[in-house]
């Protein structure tokens, strides 16, 4: 704590949420002049009030003292972030060169980067002793009193208000009643609980590699490590993910656990919560601003014992810190596009250094920086080469589709094999990368083909909703009936997607349920969930999507998966281009026999003889990543060098071209030769959503050099007047150039 001193003003340096590389002087409130760094404070920042963090005190400011503004408030009398969380976060705006206000804005819920004076607590309802020894069938007359008993007496531990709501929807008028009759008692936090009542179920038999993976983590915990647990799909990772948790929590513990993607969430809470009897909270975009500040404050304060959430769930502060988990670790989903373009797996590495706790990373497929890592013995590796239980590895056989006769993406072969399936009451798994009915419309009189008007694109067809829409600005418009350039033409749908896969699939499939799962089918709340119920509960036949069904779902009666067109993925400008095609298609194939029946995997391609796709058959993605990492060494490309992109975007062709040829000026009187720079050029997609986009690449063999140019290129940039012009934006070891 600081507090005002009579003689000689301090001063708070205060972050403020702003795309601003600095920080701002304030003096004290004169009501309360006493806080502690990390607080919130409320300030006057131009015309509004806002949120801001102290993150300095001095005696000093390059401005007098008269034309400082006093800080308004002091919102929190002890931070709510701790001190490695802090540091944490100053690390990360060094790192990847952000403001730091907004970096540390980032770890809060939208609830409390408002003006929220008072941190709002959640209550906490437990059995009193005569609730926990009353026989519920005394309230046999009052059913829902008897079933909210039953609920507490079953879980053995308190339930947070929120918790309740998710359990039992019509809780209030219930609670009110058990808490008068005294069986139940309220409380400000949820208590530890002893280590008998943490498990409802027992932990399930392992193998001898996933009861190694066990042990290595376990015996590191207390102390900061990386693990990276290599399992092929099916081989039991979830599994030797809750058994090591149970260990941290008979520790008194808690556990991050952060997936990709929001698809992945409901089936490992689900999971989770029948393994364990402790509070988990849950953290992703879809939730109500209520409900994420809810998990956050449940972690923070330590009445929830796991968090299970997406990417930006990182930064949530952990009261008693005991293990943080990434599953699906080579994702790309990990890696922040837009604003503060952080990758959170490499930050929750950091973040496990700081807070002295072993870190584990899980995937199938890892993504060859793990893998490098793993080599350099910088990560300890751990291998589940074989699928758990009675599972069997399924059987992948390549297609060729060349001049054969096709049905909307079907060959007659995979068709078969579909009647196959179902006629044996087995479901099958349809993989198409694209929405819509098809990616391109054009006119078969003149060629006209249907272009984003703001976008270097074709528009999708949406033959659901009668639309043509851009998938990446997000245009709309109807679809025509005639071509608009010659008036007369037929026009005529090109190329795959799940829509026009769908309406195939209902004519040669009438009779069978078809469940198609993509973006634009899962929009309505809970709709998702609904579909993955009906599928595990086998009242699905046919299921066809896109990416959200490629990892982490496990449905036991499907033995059929097949991949319509894995060749779109083999040429690309970009390098990560056949990482990202590898791992996918494994993903996806995991799909298959998950169960004791073994699966087969069909890929239909016009390439059957791509090294790629005969390697992965063959040899299995491992021999794949030593391929390709020996290649990526060759080309001095990442993980054996680092990158940094600049990017910058306006209306006009002119200005991010000239801004980015003045960067490269700059840049070119600070570096050594130790940085290429590379640009400026125009981006893959050179015109989106109306704005030109042009980049320049910062790459070197030593990431020390690289840092170094950009810590005094950043403040360069900034003071530009060419930069008020457009947007700009720097992305630190970028997962892809577009």
Same mark, same amino acid.
């Given at each position: 704590?600081?507090?005002l001193?009579?003689e000689?003003?301090?001063i708070f340096?205060v972050?403020?949420a702003v795309p601003?590389?600095r ?8 009501t ?6 990390g ?6 920042f131009g015309?509004?009030k806002?949120?801001g963090?102290?993150v300095?005190?001095v005696?000093?400011?390059?401005f ?11 919102l929190?009398?002890?931070p709510l972030?701790?001190?490695p969380?802090?540091?944490?976060l100053?690390?990360a705006s060094?790192?990847?060169h ?9 770890a ?9 004076s008072m941190v709002p607590?959640?209550?906490y309802y437990?059995l009193t ?6 026989d ?5 007359? %009052? !059913?829902?009193?008897? #079933?909210?008993?039953?609920?507490f007496? @079953?879980?053995?531990?308190?339930? +947070?208000? *929120? ?20 069986l139940?008692t309220?409380?400000s936090a949820?208590?530890?609980q002893p ?6 179920q ?12 066990i042990n290595a983590?376990?015996?590191?915990l207390g ?6 647990l290599?399992?092929v799909t099916?081989?039991?990772?979830t599994?030797v993910?809750?058994q ?19 698809t992945? %969430? !409901?089936?490992?809470? #689900? ?5 364990? @009897?402790?509070?988990?909270a849950? +953290?992703? *975009?879809?939730l ?5 500040c ?13 968090l299970l959430?997406?990417?930006?769930a ?10 943080i ?14 604003g ?5 797996r490499d930050v929750?590495?950091v973040?496990?250094?700081f ?7 899980g995937?199938?497929t ?6 490098h890592?793993a080599?350099?013995k ?14 069997i #590895?399924?059987?992948?056989q390549?297609?060729?589709i060349r001049n054969k ?5 079907l ?12 006629a044996k ?6 993989f ?9 419309l054009?006119?078969h009189?003149?060629?006209?083909v ?5 976008c270097?694109?074709?528009?999708v ?9 851009c998938?990446?600005?997000g ?6 009936d ?7 033409g037929e026009l ?6 799940t ?10 499939f009438?009779?069978?349920?078809i ?6 089918s ?6 998702l ?5 009906q599928?595990?509960?086998?009242s699905v036949?046919i299921?066809l999507?896109?990416?959200m069904l490629?990892?982490?779902?496990h449905?036991?009666?499907?033995t059929?998966v ?13 390098f ?7 791992q996918?298609?494994?993903q996806?194939?995991?799909r298959a026999?998950r169960?004791?029946?073994?699966g087969k ?17 063959n040899?299995?993605y491992h ?10 060494q060759?080309?001095?490309?990442p993980?054996?060098?680092y ?19 003045t960067?490269l ?11 290429q720079i590379l ?12 704005l030109?986009r ?5 790459q ?14 950043m ?11 457009l947007?700009?934006?720097?992305d630190?070891?970028p997962?892809d150039?577009y």
């Open positions: 704590m600081a507090k001193n009579s000689a003003k301090l340096r972050a403020i601003i590389f920080l701002f002087d304030y003096l004290p409130p004169q309360n002049p006493i806080a502690a760094i607080a919130r404070l409320e300030v006057q015309r509004q806002t949120i963090f102290l300095e005190i005696k000093h400011s390059e007098p003292n008269d034309k400082l503004k006093q800080v308004l408030r002091v929190d009398e002890q972030l701790s001190a969380d802090l540091q944490l100053h690390w060094r790192y990847y952000h403001p730091l206000g907004e970096v540390i804005s980032s809060f819920p939208v609830i409390l980067r408002r003006n929220q607590t959640e209550k437990g002793e005569l609730g926990a020894a009353t519920s069938l005394q309230l046999k007359r %009052t !059913p829902k009193q008897k #079933a909210v008993l039953e609920m007496q @079953a879980n053995h531990h308190p339930f +947070s208000s *929120s918790a309740l709501c998710r359990e039992y929807k019509n809780w209030r008028a219930p609670v009110q009643q058990l808490l008068a009759k005294a139940l309220t409380q949820s208590p530890s280590i008998d009542a943490l498990i409802k027992d932990a399930l038999q392992c193998n001898p590699p996933q009861q190694a993976a983590v376990c015996e590191g102390q900061f490590s990386v693990f990276l290599e399992g099916g081989s039991g990772k599994e993910y809750m090591i948790i149970q260990a941290v929590l008979a520790r008194g513990l808690q556990v991050l656990v952060l997936v990709p993607e929001i992945l %969430t !409901p089936q490992l809470e #689900a999971r989770f919560r029948q393994r364990f @009897a402790v509070n988990i849950i +953290s992703h *975009s879809k109500t601003d209520k409900q994420r809810n998990a956050w404050l449940q972690i923070q304060q330590g009445s929830s014992a796991i959430g997406t990417r930006s990182l930064f949530t502060p952990l009261k008693n810190p005991g293990l988990i990434l599953d699906e670790e080579h994702d790309a989903s990990f890696k922040q596009q837009e503060f373009r952080f990758s959170a929750a590495v973040r496990g250094k807070l002295a706790i072993p870190v584990l990373l995937s199938a890892p993504s060859l920086e793990s893998l890592n080599n350099t910088r990560y300890q590796w751990l291998p589940l080469p074989e699928r758990a239980g009675q599972a #590895a399924p059987v992948l390549l297609l060729d006769p096709m049905q909307e993406g060959s007659n072969v995979l068709i078969e094999e579909i009647k196959k399936t179902v009451n087995e479901q099958v798994l349809l198409l990368n694209r929405r819509g009915f098809a990616p391109t054009i006119c009189a003149c060629g006209w249907a272009r984003c008007l703001h270097d694109a074709n528009l067809i949406h033959s659901h909703s009668k639309q043509l829409r998938h990446h600005c245009k709309e418009q109807p679809l025509p005639h071509c608009p350039a010659c008036k007369t005529t749908a090109l190329g795959l997607g829509e026009r896969v769908e309406k195939v699939l209902m004519q040669l009438g009779d069978k349920t469940a198609r799962l993509d973006r634009d899962t929009q309505r709340k809970g709709s969930e609904s579909y993955l119920e599928i595990n509960q086998g036949d299921i999507g896109t990416q490629a990892k982490g779902h449905f036991p009666q499907v059929l097949a991949l319509l067109d894995v060749d779109s993925g083999l040429f690309s400008i970009d990560h281009a056949t990482e990202k095609l590898a996918l298609i494994v996806v194939s995991g026999g169960a004791e029946k073994q995997v069909i890929m239909q391609t016009r390439r059957p003889d791509h090294p790629l796709l005969t390697t992965l058959i040899e299995g021999c794949f990543a030593k391929t390709a990492l020996a290649e990526r060759l080309a001095a490309l993980p054996f060098s990158q940094a992109l600049l990017q910058a975007q306006a209306a006009d062709d002119a200005i991010p071209q000239n801004f980015l040829q960067v000026e700059l840049a070119q009187h600070i570096n050594s030769s130790e940085t640009g400026p050029v125009p981006a893959p997609m050179a015109r989106r959503a109306g030109y042009y980049q320049l690449l910062f070197s063999s030593q990431r020390r050099s690289l840092h170094h140019l950009l810590d005094e290129l403040p360069k940039i900034e003071q530009l007047k060419q930069g008020k012009k947007r700009w934006s720097l630190v070891d997962v150039l």
